[in-house]
């Protein structure tokens, strides 16, 4: 099993660009979520999806929208990025809502 | 909202030391509490976990105390390893209207000296 995966690794942006963050896990969990992870700080939920087609909002959702495309799959859009964007973006899936989070290897983005 | 503090920002061992992370909670509601690490460059990654019902787990050389009546967790970590060199949270599933979010505090630094 690959556990979570996350494409693309590393991404660099102009303000304005947009741009999708994939994510997938391959462990059949009913639950996914985003978070963004700033620099000294703890991880903050951007939006979840407690099981396929719901999604709900988290801590700090402005300026994101999400998809859960199927079971496996949830992607992190940014409309139109800004600098206050650039942080780490972690998916994380739970077998379902309130159970153990495992997460992915992180998406580094680079807002310009 | 949940405030989640730690009592140490850094920890500084040796090896073979045994190491203790404190994290303090604030929402009497949580009821399941999971320890994350996170080593440089990766995503967090699960160590233990405990629910409200228990107020101790042992793991692989890793143990989980809590105590509800001061909302206090420890992480403890026998004989401690440069390989756990990492930052630490502890991370509250909250109950109530917010249950199954977790909530992080800005985690310890623990690094260990060969």
């Known amino acids: 099993n690959a556990g979570v995966t996350q494409t693309p690794k590393f991404q660099v942006l102009k303000t304005g660009q947009s741009m999708t963050l994939q994510c997938a896990q391959d462990?059949?969990?009913?639950?996914m979520y985003w978070y963004r992870q700033d620099p000294g700080m703890g991880l903050r939920l951007i939006y979840y999806s407690a099981s396929e087609g719901t999604t709900d909002k988290g801590e700090v959702p402005n300026g994101y929208n999400v998809s859960r495309l199927n079971k496996r799959e949830f992607s992190l859009r940014l409309e139109s990025a800004a600098p206050s964007q650039t942080s780490v973006y972690f998916c994380?899936?739970?077998?379902?809502?309130?159970?153990?989070?495992?997460f992915g290897p992180g998406t580094r983005l680079l807002v310009l | 909202g949940e405030n989640v503090g730690l009592h140490l920002p850094t920890l500084s061992v040796q090896e073979g030391d045994n190491s203790i992370i404190n994290c303090a909670y604030s929402n009497s509601a949580s009821d399941y509490f999971i320890w994350y690490k996170q080593e440089s460059g990766k995503g967090p990654q699960f160590i233990i976990d405990?629910?409200?019902?228990?107020d101790k787990r042992q793991g692989q050389r890793v143990t989980v105390l809590l105590n509800k009546t001061v909302k206090h967790l420890s992480l403890q970590i026998a004989a401690t390893q440069p390989g756990d060199s990492a930052v630490y949270f502890c991370a509250p599933n909250a109950g109530g209207t917010s249950y199954g979010k977790l909530t992080f505090g800005q985690g310890t630094i623990l690094t260990v000296h060969p």
């Open positions: 405990i629910r409200s019902n228990m």
């Open positions: 994380a899936s739970s077998v379902d809502l309130g159970e153990t989070q495992y």
């Open positions: 462990m059949n969990h009913n639950s």
